[in-house]
């Protein structure tokens, strides 16, 4: 499928070092594309801050910098909304997504949204989480079908907590044992190594039909960055027993095809797949590589079903 101007656009944007100029492209379109796909924080800063934005009519730039001025006062109230609540938590609890990333995978705090509050803890600890959160004032408010998942409010802000891997299933595959320390976010806090990770964040668009917004492409090409040729073999290994080996294989082909310049990386990554398998994983990533559904972010179940069911 050949680029198109709008995809440049958002590629130049959403490179972290690549100077401009910007290519020529429906700036209009651009500014709902990147805001709709999580990314204006980002590319409004990379206007102002570099060679990006020299001749960019100053409308557009002022279109998105209020988005980013959102974000930063958004990530900074979530963050120490998290942390209040962790402070009072003496079971291991790992952070996920946005909370997790945003100063670890991005240069900036306001480059990445935030966005909803993550956690993942044991099933056995989940009674120990419920009273540490009670206490900073978050009760349960929901619980999903079959225990391994459950929301928490304090009337602002939600918490999503999940047991295993991939939400709604209890089994972690290791991940907890392999999470190191994030001390920032609190005492018993942790952050999932850069291959889990990888795998939560395949999980989570495999959930939306690999439609996800270009942000968790984002987030996957600067996990994919950081895990060495070397560590393939395990990921794929544990991709395969948590059931996640067509959501790798789609989710890298989409990466790769998103940021060219992390391809070699991503696709290190991509598991073989029987050729029946392949062909129809392939055709969910077409149509994720369509360039009208970036206009729209909207997954299918029936996609869904395909990643997310066990082999």
Request: aromatic share 6%.
């Amino acid at each position: 499928m050949p680029t198109t101007p709008l995809l440049d656009a958002l590629r130049l944007l959403a490179d972290f070092d690549a100077g401009g100029p910007l290519p020529p492209c429906d700036l209009d379109e651009l500014a709902e594309v990147l805001d709709a796909h999580g990314l204006a924080p980002l590319a409004s800063w990379r206007l102002e801050s570099g060679r990006v934005g020299r001749g960019v009519p100053m409308a557009f730039r002022e279109r998105l910098l209020p988005l980013y001025q959102g974000v930063v006062n958004d990530n900074v109230f979530r963050m120490m909304t998290l942390k209040g609540v962790l402070r009072g938590v003496e079971v291991p609890v790992v952070v996920l997504d946005g909370a997790a990333y945003v100063d670890w995978l991005y240069p900036h705090l306001a480059w990445r949204p935030v966005g909803e509050l993550r956690l993942l803890v044991r099933g056995e600890d989940g009674a120990g989480f419920a009273a540490g959160a009670r206490a900073a004032g978050f009760e349960p408010v929901a619980q999903g079908a079959g225990g391994h998942t459950a929301t928490f409010s304090d009337g602002r802000v939600e918490l999503r907590l999940q047991e295993g891997l991939v939400a709604g299933r209890g089994e972690d595959h290791g991940l907890l044992a392999r999470a190191g320390p994030y001390r920032v976010a609190g005492p018993a806090a942790l952050r999932p190594s850069a291959g889990d990770a990888l795998l939560l964040s395949v999980a989570d668009a495999a959930a939306l039909g690999l439609q996800s917004p270009l942000l968790a492409f984002l987030d996957l090409r600067e996990l994919a960055l950081r895990i060495g040729p070397g560590e393939a073999a395990p990921i794929l290994e544990r991709a395969a027993a948590a059931g996640l080996s067509r959501a790798l294989h789609g989710a890298m082909a989409l990466t790769a095809w998103f940021f060219p310049a992390a391809a070699e990386r991503a696709l290190a990554l991509s598991p073989p797949l029987p050729a029946l398998e392949r062909k129809a994983v392939e055709a969910v990533v077409e149509a994720a590589r369509d360039p009208a559904r970036l206009r729209r972010v909207r997954g299918t179940e029936e996609a869904a079903r395909l990643l997310l069911s066990p082999v």
